[in-house]
């Protein structure tokens, strides 16, 4: 899967998991709507760092924290 897959399913897995509304994750990381919704429809072939950075921070997580997780094993991820 590409990374932007595999981000949009972690943050998509933490919003269930913190009980959280992709609207107050606008809020929480400074994010435009827009930009969410590029991510969750795999607009963007890449995710820029900056997004990464916003959205850890709005889940108080660390890029540690965050990456935490087998979606991102690099078996599973594939670059173009």
């Known amino acids: 899967m590409t990374l932007n897959k595999a981000f949009a399913m972690r943050v998509s897995n933490l919003l269930v998991k913190n009980n959280m509304s992709k609207y107050r994750l606008e809020k929480e990381s400074?994010?435009?709507?827009?930009?969410?919704?590029?991510?969750?429809?795999?607009?963007n072939k890449d995710v820029k760092f900056s997004t990464i950075c916003k959205v850890a921070s709005a889940f108080?997580?660390?890029?540690?924290?965050?990456?935490?997780?087998d979606i991102f094993t690099l078996t599973n991820l594939y670059f173009e």
């Open 30 to 43: 400074g994010l435009t709507h827009s930009a969410l919704r590029y991510i969750f429809n795999e607009t």
């Open 60 to 69: 108080h997580m660390t890029l540690g924290e965050f990456f935490d997780d």
